[in-house]
C-alpha cells in the first residue's frame, strides 16, 4: 500500500454538503485540504433536494423556535448553530453571489429554482481555498494509534482498470460520509461501520423522511398531483395517532411531500404494531356545515349541468372524478338531480378521504435516515471525536432526527463550517 507523500493539514472525506462546506471552511481557515469524493462529481444528492430546486434552509432565524423542530437532539444544538445558524447560511450564499428567496413554511431556495446554484456556490467555495478534489476515490476505512487517526485508506483505479491502495495522511480528518439514505448517490453508509471500528457506538440508520406506500388504486391514479394546506390523520384500531396539516404529493407508489414526509418515522413505528389508515381532509380551514353551505350555492350555479363538471371551483380537477366515483354518484348525472344523501357523502369525503398505508418506502427513495454517531461522543461545540482528538463528524453522519423544510441541509451547513474551522486549527 502506498503512502501519499503529501500530509495534509485536513483530509475530508465526502463531497457533499457538509463536506464542501467543511472543506471550504478550513481552507478558508489557511488549512491545506484534500477532499475525497467517491463519485466522479461531487454533490450528486444535493442536486436532487427539494425536486432539483434546493431548499437549502428555513428561514427561521430564531435560534431556540428553529432547534425545537430537533426535538430531545436541540440540546446538543446549541453551540453550532450560535456559531453559524441560519441567518450566516443565507448571508454566506448571498455574498457567494446567489439570491434567494422564501416560500411557503419558510422554506429557502435559490432565486434561480436550480439546485445547480447552489452548488457552484460550494465548487467556488472549495476552488477558492485552493482544495485539492479527488473525485473517483474509495474510502476503506482509518488506521488510528493512540487514540489518533493517523491514516485514511483508499482505493481507486488506475487506466486499465487496477485497484490502486494508498494511504491519505492529514493531521486532522473530518467524516462527512453521509447516512443510507438514497444509496444510488454514494450514501452507503460505510462511514458508520469506520466508526464502530473505531470503538464508536453507532444507532443502525433507518428511513426517516420517507414517502408511504399505498395500496388504494384511486391514490396512484393521482400522480403527481400536489396539494396545499390540507390536513392528514393517521389512524390505527379506530383511534387517532397523529395529525398534522401541511403539503402532500400523490405519486404512482403513495403519497409523498413535506406534510407525509414529516409524520412517516411515526407511521413506521405504527406499522410494526398493525394496520395503518389515513384520512385526508381536503377543506381543513372549513368544517362541515360551512362546506355544505358552498358546494350547494356551486351547484346552484351548474343547475343543468352534470356533477362531473360542476365541482372544479371546490376541487382540483383531477381529483373531482376520483370524489365523484367513491361517492357511487354517476358522473353524468345532474346537479339538480343529485340527492341531499349523496350532498353530504361528497361532503364526508371531503373532509375524511381514506386510503391504507402497507409500508414505508425502502432507503432508496428516504430523503432523511435516522441513525448515526450517538451524540454523546462528539463535542457538538467543535464536531470533535471524544474518542479520537483529530476526528470531526459531520452532517447526516450524527444521529439526529429532523424534519423536511430546510433543517437538513442546515445541519449540514452548521456542522460542515464548525468542524472546518476547528479541523483547521
Known sequence: MLKTNT???????????????????????????????????????????????????????????????FKDRQK???????RFGVKETIEFFNSHGMPTKVEAEGRVFPVSDSSQSVLDVMMNYIQSGQVELRTGVTADGFLSKDKKIIGLKIKRYDAKQKTKQEIIRARSYILATGGKSRPDTGSTGEGFDWLRELGHKVV?????????????????????????????????????????????????????????????????????QGPVEMTLDLKPGQDEKELDKELQELLQSHKNKSIQNSLNGLLPSALAPVIIELANINPQKEVNALTRPERLTLINLMKRLPFTVTSLMGLDKAVVTSGGIDLEEVDLKTMRSRLHSNLFVVGDVLNINRPSGGYSLQLCWTTGYVAGTEAAK
Open 7 to 69: 500530509i495534509y493539514d485536513v483530509a475530508v472525506i465526502g463531497g457533499g454538503p457538509a463536506g464542501l462546506m467543511a472543506g471550504g471552511r478550513a481552507a478558508e481557515s489557511g488549512a491545506k485540504v484534500i477532499l475525497l469524493e467517491k463519485n466522479a462529481q461531487t454533490g450528486r444528492k444535493l442536486l436532487l433536494t427539494g425536486g432539483g430546486r434546493c431548499n437549502f434552509t428555513n428561514n427561521e432565524t430564531d435560534t431556540r423556535r428553529f432547534l425545537a423542530k
Open 76 to 82: 446538543f444544538l446549541f453551540s453550532p448553530f450560535s
Open 204 to 272: 443502525d440508520a433507518n428511513a426517516a423522511l420517507v414517502p408511504l406506500k399505498v395500496t388504494d388504486n384511486w391514490v396512484k391514479s393521482l400522480t403527481g398531483l400536489s396539494l396545499q394546506d390540507v390536513k392528514l390523520k393517521v389512524w390505527q384500531n379506530n383511534k387517532k395517532q397523529i395529525e398534522a396539516s401541511g403539503k402532500m404529493l400523490f405519486t404512482h407508489f403513495g403519497v409523498s411531500g413535506p406534510l407525509v414526509l414529516n409524520m412517516s418515522q411515526q407511521v413506521g413505528v405504527l406499522l410494526k
